[in-house]
């Protein structure tokens, strides 16, 4: 029964990272009028969901009672600083790291729908090449960085009594503050024409809950499964 449920795990697993690389590549190449959503951005509502979502399952875990929660919250995070502070490191490179998957992600295989001119096919080649190389240097940087986040986040899972959900409401908070930072360093001038949803539909949405229930993820990274929504 133990095995057959690591199969089927193992098979959801895949499904839900297939699943998500696809859509945010298809959810990058798309052409649609209007300004194309920010990937910084996404990156942010994603951290909030992640808080959203380990928080109901930390209330579920006090027996849906809201003074034992916020209790737990206050005693395992605001009477810790030490121990919160701990995860502003991994939690600033995971946000790195999901960006540099967005970076990835647009320039990697993008697809060419028309026939140029022989003038027009060697700009394509031109350009087609930088964009894998920058994309190829965004994979390797964020598959670097993730390794070691992950053994770093682990250490300190193994280090501590504290639940994997009140390590997560802790990175996405640090990841929500970094998030925003960027947001306002790489795309505030975007961000005050266009407005925090700009390009936002119902693909962009689904691209969020995915990484969302992904949690902490790269394709490189295999030391985060048992800890995956």
Known sequence: MSTNLKYVSLGILVFQTTSLVLTMRYSRTLKEEGPRYLSSTAVVIAELLKILACVLLVYKDSKCNLRTLNRVLHDEILNKPMETLKLAIPSGIYTLQNNLLYVALSNLDAATYQWPSDSQATAAKEHSAGSQFVGLIAVLIACFSSGFA????????????????????????????????????????????????????????????????????CPCNSSYFPIRL
């Open 150 to 217: 992950g053994v770093y986040f682990e250490k300190i899972l193994k280090e501590t009594k504290q639940s994997v959900w009140i390590r997560n409401i802790q990175l996405g908070f640090f990841g929500s503050i970094f998030g925003l930072m960027g947001v306002y360093i790489y795309d505030g001038e975007q961000l005050s024409k266009n407005g925090f949803f700009q390009g936002y539909n119902k693909l962009t949405w689904i691209v969020v809950v995915l990484q969302c229930l992904f949690l902490r993820s």
